[in-house]
């Protein structure tokens, strides 16, 4: 399912070569159009006529208005359940472009190549597609896989430092939800570039895809995968409503922070365990200013989060540097405690 490409792209030609796809459409945002597209386009070897579809860059444009855009363009360029989506770049792509495509002509074949850290490690894996929903993250979406996904690492080359660090999250996150090893490996990086990355990106992408073998529908252990996400979502959420976006990761390392010491404050974890692991995601991360969102504003976003049900906020909470729990359901106290910790920090 994943491949690592060579400096050929051979294998999406190939993959292309075996099918009758009738038209190629491959979606880029400006920056992967720039920086990634003349590279793919140089080695696509193919007799399928292709067309580029691009939008403007950022998780703005992961919305109903652009993928309506795309429906258009797709039904105004003709395009028939034959044809293949290629989505070339970062998780606004492939999450986008994954949406468009399971949903055009009630679903067209589609792959990914992602081109972010991020994506490659977490977005472009495990067939969660989706679009943002007034200020509600992925609020509507399908659950659709890609044919293919084609992991070409050199593309990081390009990619702003901190972006690369905002992929970093997910990577750590995988180490602590389920690889202690894989945990201690990226901690052992003092200068997190893409050079000293590229090594830990396969290990990270097949912890990913393992958990969502056992659970594609996230009945179950893939919920493991939402730690650090049901804060961070919360304040990513709301950065975006005050207009001061910040990054998803970003977000993720300032969730991870608050749900470690959340899990101390249950008695998962016992307290040095939570401080390692707090020391070490503060390293690679600068802390965020959520002195302007009270509780209240948060807790509201908490309790709409797609986790929940019967109206209780479901937690996936650390039981031990490389195991998670899921449907873990707080004491609103320590989770109001967690956010005061992760305020004082700062
Ligand atoms: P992104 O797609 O916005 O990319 C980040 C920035 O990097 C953009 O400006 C983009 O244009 C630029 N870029 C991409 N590749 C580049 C390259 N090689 N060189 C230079 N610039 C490049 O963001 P992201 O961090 O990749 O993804 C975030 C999104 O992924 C969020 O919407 C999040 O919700 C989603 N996500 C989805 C899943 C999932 O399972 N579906 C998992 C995690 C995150
Ligand atoms: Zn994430």
């Known amino acids: 399912m994943i491949t690592l490409l060579d400096n050929s792209f051979s294998q999406i030609n190939e993959f292309i070569a075996e099918k009758s796809f009738s038209k190629i459409f491959i979606l880029v945002d400006e920056n992967t159009h720039e920086y990634c597209l003349p590279q793919f386009l140089g080695n696509l070897e193919t007799e399928v006529t292709f067309e580029i579809l691009e ?18 363009i797709l039904t105004e360029m003709q395009a028939d359940r034959k044809a293949l989506l290629i989505n070339l770049g970062g998780g606004v792509v492939t999450d986008l472009g994954g949406f468009v495509a399971s949903t055009y002509k ?22 969660k597609t989706g679009i943002d929903l007034m ?12 044919e293919k996904i084609y992991v070409y690492p050199k593309f990081l080359e390009t990619l702003p430092h901190k972006e690369l660090i905002s992929g970093f999250a997910e990577m750590l996150k995988h180490g602590l939800i389920a690889d202690k090893k894989h945990w201690e490996d990226l901690i052992k990086i003092q200068h997190p570039d893409a050079a000293a990355i590229e090594a830990f990106i396969p290990q990270s992408m097949e912890i990913k895809q393992e958990i969502v073998n056992v659970d594609c529908f996230e009945k179950n252990i893939r919920k493991t995968l939402n730690f650090g996400h049901t804060i961070g979502h919360a304040i990513e959420s709301l950065c975006l409503a005050d207009e001061k976006p910040i990054l998803h990761g970003e977000a993720v390392a300032l969730g991870m922070i608050c749900e470690t010491h959340l899990s101390f404050l249950e008695g998962l974890i016992d307290k040095e365990t939570a401080d390692v692991v707090i020391e070490n995601i503060q390293r690679y991360f600068c802390s965020i200013d ?13 309790l709409n989060d797609k986790k929940n049900s019967d109206l209780v906020i479901n937690f996936s909470l650390l039981s031990g540097v490389g195991s998670c729990l899921y449907d873990y359901n707080c004491k609103d106290e320590n989770i109001k405690k967690s956010l005061r910790f992760y305020r004082h920090l700062s």
């Open 55 to 72: 939008i403007e860059a950022g998780e703005e444009m992961k919305n109903i208005q652009t993928a309506n855009q795309l429906w258009e």
């Open 290 to 302: 959520i002195s302007g969102f009270d509780d209240t504003q948060i807790f509201s976003l908490l």
């Open 106 to 127: 009630r679903g067209i074949q589609f792959i990914n190549v992602p081109t972010t850290l991020l994506s490659m490690c977490d977005a472009s894996i495990g067939g």
């Open 135 to 146: 200020n509600y993250k992925n609020m509507v979406g399908t659950f659709a896989f890609p």
